[in-house]
Structure formats: structure tokens, C-alpha cells
């Protein structure tokens, strides 16, 4: 399918220049991508492609389309699919993750979408004209908590996170990993684990539980084929502890996992270097935080938590909006992220040299010469 899309994309280009090479070029709008490899494909071949995703509330989305909720859960079953198909299937939650732009479409009345309407002119404007305005507050937080999650060493999914004062202002900044000290678990791999019982990098149990040394010598043994070595290609065989020790004991949950999420990291650094105020202040995250980190947000008496991916879980409902105490505001992110924010934000010139540029009107000259025409008349 996308290739037959890039196929027309090139034709419109071709007919552009065939009738007119002075003519305004044509902006195409894809509608829509729902694999995140769809997404990635027109990025490697497109500088000015934009990807964006646009997000509403369950209940607002429930109503828009009209199903019931049992309707709703198979429907996500097909769009936030748990297989191992990612290239062929619906994945609407990659796609998501993959985003450039993140627009919130409120629930409204008359079907007058004001609010998605005025997001939308806004970034089509910086595409056409980058660095028009600057960032909001909330884009530089966001953007600051993206840029902190691919110091996370997860195997499965690189999360960021940033606490702030009331004004904006960042207390710490935290992102999915190890606890200092300890191995990550990309840099961490079965062959060695077989070959060297490193015990800076595995951990106790790690090295004397008899059935995970097994199951680890099993894994050892299906490397050493001859066709997955030449597929390997010579690459890291990491493994995630959590899937192994889930998979053995059949148990479902966070605790055994090696890593501290990333909100849990960023308020753990407010405590261990002294701190700061946060009461009050908000949360922003790449990835809508857990039960276990929602419970300690709220605790920390964050008002404000912002998020890009929507959590699978009942955090929300079921600790977020309880209790006597305000509750933390959930607030879907709105803005550029990543290569985009770079992209719309950083003008191609200064703009006091463009706008001089373009009109031809020097205003440091103009003042020039009005001094001169009255150094002139005084003497």
C-alpha cells in the first residue's frame, strides 16, 4: 500500500513540473497511516514529511463512533494488537509513539472544531514558515523528556519523563534504565552470560538459579545454528530478565523487572540530590504513567501530568480520580516532538535578516539617516 501511495506522490510531482515549474508546489495529505513502518517509510524518503496523530478521550471517541464498549475493546484489539506481526498488522499505539505532531480533538457541540482547526493552521503555518513562533512551554518539557528517554537501555520500550515546578520550571529529569551502577539490559548478552559468569554484569540469582541457568543454555544452544548466527549477523543476543523469569513462573507483573521507570527515576533524583519543591507542579512523560508511578505523582501532589502514548492500564480511573485531595489533571500532549520540533522551530535564517531581506528595508539604515537629516538641522 505504500508503495502504490509513493507511486502517486511521484506522479503529482512529475505533473507539477511537466505544466508549470514556477507553480506552487502541491502539499499531499495521507489519510491514514496505521503501521508505524508506513510512518517510517515516508520519512526515509521524504525531508518534509510529517507525521500526525491525533488523540480524544475513550468516551469522546466511544460516541464519535458510535459502537458500544464491548465494540470498542475488539475494535482495539485490532488496532493495539498484542502478536508479533509488526509489519502487516494495525499498530495504532507504534504509530502514536512515532509521531511528529500531536494534535487533542475535544469533545464539541455543532461539530465546530475550533480548537483542532486552530492546531492545525498552526503547524501548517511553521511547515510552510519555520521558527514563526516559538515553542510553548509545554513543547520544550515534552521535548526535553523525548530527548531523555533514548539514554534508556530497555529492551522493549525507551520511556522519558520530567518533573517541574508550577511555572514550567524543571526540578529533574528521569528516564527507564538499571539503578546506577548496575549493567543495562541492552549491553547485557546470552553468549557471555554462558561464556564468562560475569558477576559485575548478571546477578546473583541470575547465576546460581538452576533453572534460569537452563533456560539461558537452552537459548545459547538455538544461537549456535548455523542459519541464526548468519541472521544475527554477529549482533548482541540481549535478553529481558522480566520475559524469562514471567515466562518460567507464569506470574504477570511489574515487580521483576530490573528497571525503574522513568517517572519513578526522575522523582527518585529530586530526593537524592537534595530536591526541590514539587508540589504542585507537573509531570510530563513519554508514555502515560503506571499504576505504581501514579500512585507516587500523586502522592508528590504533581497537579498536571502530561503524556504522549496512552498507558494500557487502570491508573486513571482508578487511582488518578479517587480520594478527598485535587486530583492530578491527565492532559494529552499537544505539539511538535523530536526531529519535527527542530524542524518547525529553528528559522533557516535569523528573522530580522529574512524580513529585511524580503521587503528590502534596512531599519538600522533608516535610523542612520533620520540622525543625519537632524544632526543636519541643527547646525
Known sequence: MVERINDIVKMINRL?????????????????????????????????????AINTEDEYRQNRLGL????????????????????????????????????????VE???????????????????????????????????????????????RQVGAVVTGEDFSIRSVGWNDVPKGQVSCNLRCVEDYCKNKDEETFS?????????????NEINQSLKEKDIQEKKAG??????????????????????????????????????????????????????????????????????????????GISRKHILSFGKSENPKMIFFQGAIGNAYISLYAPRMPYKDEISLVTGIKTKNIAKNIKEKYDKSFK
Not at 25 to 32: F, K, L, N, S, Y
Not at 33 to 51: M, P, T, V
Not at 242 to 257: A, F, L, R
Not at 269 to 282: C, D, M, T
Open 235 to 312: 549482533k548482541c543476543f540481549s535478553y529481558c530478565f522480566k520475559d524469562i523469569y514471567t515466562g518460567w513462573t507464569g506470574e504477570k507483573n511489574q515487580v521483576h523487572t530490573r528497571a525503574l521507570h522513568a517517572e519513578e527515576n526522575a522523582f527518585l533524583q529530586i530526593a537524592k540530590y537534595g530536591g526541590a519543591k514539587i508540589q504542585g507542579g507537573k509531570l510530563f512523560t513519554t508514555a502515560s504513567p503506571c499504576e505504581l508511578c501514579s500512585k507516587k505523582a500523586y502522592q508528590l501532589g504533581i497537579k498536571e501530568i502530561y503524556y504522549i502514548d496512552p498507558y494500557p
Open 68 to 107: 458500544n464498549r464491548k465494540e470498542l475493546i475488539s475494535l482495539d484489539k485490532i488496532e493495539y494488537p498484542d502478536n508479533n506481526d509488526i509489519f502487516y498488522h494495525q499498530n495504532i499505539s507504534a504509530c502514536l509513539e512515532n509521531s511528529d505532531v500531536y494534535l487533542y480533538n475535544p469533545n
Open 204 to 216: 546473583e540469582y541470575e547465576l546460581e538459579d538452576e533453572y534460569f541457568s537452563e533456560i539461558m
Open 110 to 156: 455543532n461539530h465546530k472544531y475550533y480548537e483542532l482547526t486552530e492546531q492545525i493552521v498552526k503547524y501548517i503555518s511553521l511547515i510552510l514558515q519555520p521558527g514563526l513562533i516559538t515553542p510553548t512551554h509545554v513543547e520544550r518539557c515534552m521535548q526535553l523528556a523525548f530527548n531523555a528517554k533514548y539514554n534508556s537501555g530497555c529492551l522493549s
Open 16 to 52: 507539477e513540473e511537466l505544466e508549470n515549474e514556477d507553480k506552487e508546489r502541491t502539499r499531499i495529505c495521507i489519510d491514514a497511516l496505521r503501521n508505524s513502518f508506513e510512518i517510517q517509510y515516508f520519512r526515509d524518503r521524504y525531508r518534509a514529511f510529517y507525521s500526525f
